[in-house]
């Protein structure tokens, strides 16, 4: 697949707001700070596209972004630091009712750092695409912090603790470079198998 176009569209802070339509959607979901933004920037090869903040917990929206003849979206994310409870109920709603509400949906990718074992946090969010029955795949960022080996048995770690198969897990590094042509490949299968079914 070759990204020709890839832009902004809008962002949402309710679920009334959101986008219902045909055009298919990925999307993308992952704690504040486990590089959300740089992942999408990273996948459209648009610099400057998505935002990247310093302040775990900045993206509190929904937000559209129009790539070609389809949409990446990126939901809230979670696990943020120095908000109150009832902000945090907000945010972790919006993004059930994203998941739940989309019809255009195709898959969802939860953006997990390789360096640390998944958080109670993260393991509701596969029990809840795994309870409603929503296709997703796992995206291990910052690879390039960690040596072969040490990615190796981490990944194993990570995939045991969520109890998921190695097959599910993509792995990639803005950084290095590494990762980009296998989720772009990805799309395309996805967006084709989705164009067949229709």
């Known amino acids: 697949m070759i990204i020709k176009k890839a832009e902004y569209l809008t962002s949402v802070a309710n679920a009334k707001d959101l986008i219902h339509d045909d055009v298919p959607e990925f999307a993308f979901v992952g704690r504040s700070n486990v590089g959300k933004s740089s992942a999408l920037n990273y996948i459209t090869g648009r610099r400057g596209l998505a935002k990247t903040s310093a302040t775990p917990g900045k993206t509190k929206l929904v937000?559209?972004?129009?790539?070609?003849?389809?949409?990446?979206?990126?939901?809230?994310?979670?696990?943020?630091?120095?908000?109150?409870?009832?902000?945090?109920?907000?945010?972790?709603?919006?993004?059930?009712?994203?998941?739940?509400?989309?019809?255009s949906l195709i898959l969802t990718f939860v953006l997990l750092d390789c360096r640390h074992i998944p958080t109670e946090q993260d393991k509701q969010m596969i029990t809840f695409l795994l309870h409603y029955n929503l296709p997703f795949m796992i995206i291990l960022t910052k690879i390039d912090k960690l040596s072969k080996q040490a990615l190796k048995q981490n990944i194993k770690k990570i995939a045991d603790t969520l109890k998921l198969r190695q097959e599910m897990f993509i792995s990639i590094s803005a950084e290095a470079n590494i990762g980009r042509e296998q989720l772009l490949d990805i799309l395309e299968t996805r967006l084709n198998l989705a164009k067949s079914e229709d």
């Open 63 to 103: 937000n559209y972004f129009s790539v070609d003849d389809f949409r990446l979206v990126d939901l809230p994310g979670y696990g943020f630091a120095k908000v109150g409870k009832a902000q945090k109920d907000v945010w972790s709603s919006l993004i059930g009712d994203y998941l739940l509400s989309s019809n």
